[in-house]
């Protein structure tokens, strides 16, 4: 799309924009400066592409039926922004024209990308708007808790009782289990920023490591019948088994369905794949009508462009290093790498082509080494020139 000027668009023309489309619902480091290029040139542009995100963020993203409820929480959602902004009147009824038109017509072009599944409610649960900056956990009732520690651990006994890096939380989620109602479960969600990791243990006993810029909505205690979380980011679990209550992590676009076993799972919004890497026991994965049962030391690869699955024998224990602080891969490319540092530091690594990034190597870093010492080792490892401009780094 380089070259394309979008000057003067409208929201109306961004959202039937094939490559707008694309480049929201599978970011990348290039299409990101696109836009933010094209931004900085024109204001008024700038301003239409914040409302088409507003509109796209809106509809929930796995249905391509619509009920009337969910029109009337879209309606209800512009007219909120509208009675902010009321010298924008005329522009957010044109949004609210075109919204209505997606979720009555169901034919919209990027309704294909996904599943015709309901949303569950743990799904309907809201990502914050705004980037955090610390650890942020969001209770059901709205309230926030910052964590400010760089490695936080978060504890709930079977109770729903809550434990931050030793000290009792008082909830009003305290007194509140899953036999008081079991029609409506609590959902909190934990949200883990750049450069900053977390722990997790369940009230079932479930253990889950969280990587940096990951969400995770858990219930504070489960229901009798299924256990369920939702992740937006990596985790490695270590699942508590229980023969009558199967254990659900739902992604994006799949869901694994075990009962007790150790696995890694990388599915963030702005990568091309969903990843999960099996090391002890059995999972299922569930996408589309497929099927798909693993054994340890096995990782499959969905690639959402194409929704095609890719499995391979790998050694299973390099997938969730990170959750020891270690950096180990035995074939990796240079644009996955970048990625996965991004996050890990807090950085924006560009590389001066795309032909950089398909370069493949093997490394292993097992200390707690800063951004500077590994860009050093891999100096050591492929031929490659670094330049450093604040959090910004040029790889050549």
Do not use: C
């Not at 933010?36 to 700038?46: H, N, Y």
């Not at 270590?238 to 869901?255: C, G, L, Q, Y």
């Not at 059995?282 to 096995?298: C, F, H, T, W």
């Amino acid at each position: 799309m380089k070259g394309k000027d979008y000057t003067g668009y409208s929201v109306e023309q961004l959202l039937e924009d094939d490559f707008f489309l694309k480049s929201y619902f599978y970011p990348t480091d290039n299409s990101q400066a696109f836009w933010k290029e094209q931004a900085l040139r024109d204001e008024v542009l700038a301003k239409e592409i914040v409302y088409a995100q507003m509109v796209l963020r809106s509809i929930p993203y796995r249905k391509q039926t619509f009920s009337s409820e969910d029109k009337e929480l879209l309606w209800k959602r512009i007219s909120k922004t509208n009675h902010k902004k009321r010298s924008f009147r005329y522009w957010y009824s044109s949004v609210a024209a075109v919204a209505i038109l997606l979720l009555t017509v169901g034919s919209f072009y990027y309704m294909n990308y996904y599943e015709e599944d309901n949303l569950t409610a743990i799904e309907k649960v809201q990502k914050p708007e705004q980037p955090v900056g610390t650890v942020l956990l969001i209770l059901a009732d709205e309230k926030k808790a910052d964590i400010e520690e760089k490695n936080s651990h978060l504890q709930y006994n079977k109770k729903g009782e809550l434990h931050i890096n030793a000290r009792k939380m008082k909830t009003s989620q305290d007194s509140v289990t899953s036999s008081d109602n079991k029609n409506e479960l609590i959902y909190n969600q934990l949200i883990v920023p750049s450069a900053r990791r977390s722990f997790l243990e369940l009230a079932d006993g479930s253990k889950i490591w969280v990587n940096a810029n990951t969400r995770v909505v858990y219930p504070v205690t489960f229901d009798d019948k299924k256990r369920e979380i939702y992740v937006d980011g990596e985790i490695y679990i270590e699942v508590s088994p229980e023969e009558k209550r199967p254990f659900i992590v739902k992604s994006k676009k799949m869901d694994i369905r075990v009962l007790g076993t150790k696995f890694n799972v990388s599915a963030y919004s702005d990568d091309s794949y969903i990843t999960t890497t099996l090391l002890e026991g059995a999972v299922e994965l569930n996408y589309k009508k497929d099927q798909i049962r693993m054994s340890p030391g096995e990782s499959i690869s969905l690639d959402l462009a194409t929704g095609q699955l890719k499995g391979k024998k790998v050694n299973a224990r390099q997938a969730m290093a990170w959750a020891e602080d270690r950096i180990e891969y035995d074939d990796i490319t240079l644009g996955e790498m970048v990625k996965k540092l991004s996050r890990q530091y807090d950085v924006h690594i560009q590389l001066e082509s795309e032909k950089l990034g398909d370069m493949k190597f093997r490394v292993s870093l097992r200390n707690k080494e800063t951004i500077v010492d590994v860009m050093d080792a891999l100096k050591e490892i492929i031929p490659i020139k670094v330049e450093y401009k604040e959090k910004d780094i040029y790889i050549r």
